[in-house]
């Protein structure tokens, strides 16, 4: 189903099983809506979800649904956006856009698909990829911009599809123990606060960019 115009449900129960287009259209009236597991919600509008649906009654957002954000300005996720996402969400908006909660990918399905444009994480958010959490399709015009954690209980190594403004610096880190652990990257497009102390192993710093790496 695409949305042409506004649609009013009146009091009734909107329950959604495929796929919902709402483009920059919403959805309103005092009825429940109802996103089930087998259902897509794609959505243009610039405050997400959020946007999308504007029902009074009792929102219901299946966090196995699949989720795209495919707007042609600068869109938020909005606040509706399941705080975990078990099967996809969908970055096709080559404006961008920025996440609005702490928001954790695992479940080991389609995961977060990078399709076009940056997925914006502000400094009050977090995007965490649980142990079975993957991205796909990350590339110099699709990438994760901001902070990005990934929870880790083996050697397989895991790339942060990550970087900042137009540039992709991806970072690739390879664990030496199954122990479970957190690391914790952001890439920054401009110099370290000190480049002048470089450790004997080090041939150089670079004075124009750099990343960071925490392990907890």
Same mark, same amino acid.
Request: hydrophobic fraction near 35%; aromatic fraction near 10%; include cysteine.
């Given at each position: ?8 449900i ?6 959604i ?12 009236g ?17 405050? $997400?979800? =959020?946007?999308?649906?504007?029902? +009074?009654? %009792? @929102?219901?957002? *299946?966090?196995? !649904?699949?989720?795209e #954000?495919n ?7 909005g ?8 099967d ?31 997925l914006?994480?502000?400094?009050n958010s ?8 993957s991205?796909?399709s990350? $590339?110099? =015009?699709s990438?994760?911009s901001? +902070?990005? %954690? @990934?929870?880790? *209980?083996?050697? !397989?190594?895991?790339? #942060? ?7 992709y610096?991806?970072l ?16 920054f497009d ?16 670079s004075?124009?960019e750099?990343w ?5």
């Open positions: 189903l695409t949305l042409q115009s506004e649609m009013n009146g009091s009734n129960i909107f329950t099983f495929g796929t919902l287009d709402f483009g920059e259209f919403s959805v309103n005092s009825g429940d809506f109802d996103l089930r597991s087998s259902g897509v919600l794609k959505t243009a509008n610039h405050n $997400g979800i =959020n946007g999308s649906v504007q029902v +009074t009654g %009792t @929102k219901t957002f *299946d966090p196995a !649904a699949d989720y #954000f707007g042609n300005a600068a869109q938020v996720t606040s509706f956006l399941p705080i975990e996402i078990t996809g969400l969908k970055i096709n908006n080559n404006s961008g856009v920025t996440l609005s909660q702490n928001t954790t990918i695992s479940g080991g399905n389609s995961g977060l698909e990078l399709l076009l444009g940056k914006i994480v502000p400094t977090l995007l965490t990829f649980a142990t079975d959490g991205w796909d990350a $590339g110099e =015009n990438f994760i901001g +902070t990005v %954690t @990934k929870i880790i *209980d083996s050697t !397989a190594g895991f790339l #942060f599809p990550i970087g900042k403004d137009t540039l610096a991806p690739q880190i390879f664990p030496v123990t199954t122990d479970e652990t957190v690391f914790k990257a952001e890439y401009e110099p370290f606060s000190d480049i002048t102390t470089c450790e004997d192993s080090l041939e150089n710093i004075s124009v750099y960071t790496l925490e392990r907890t």
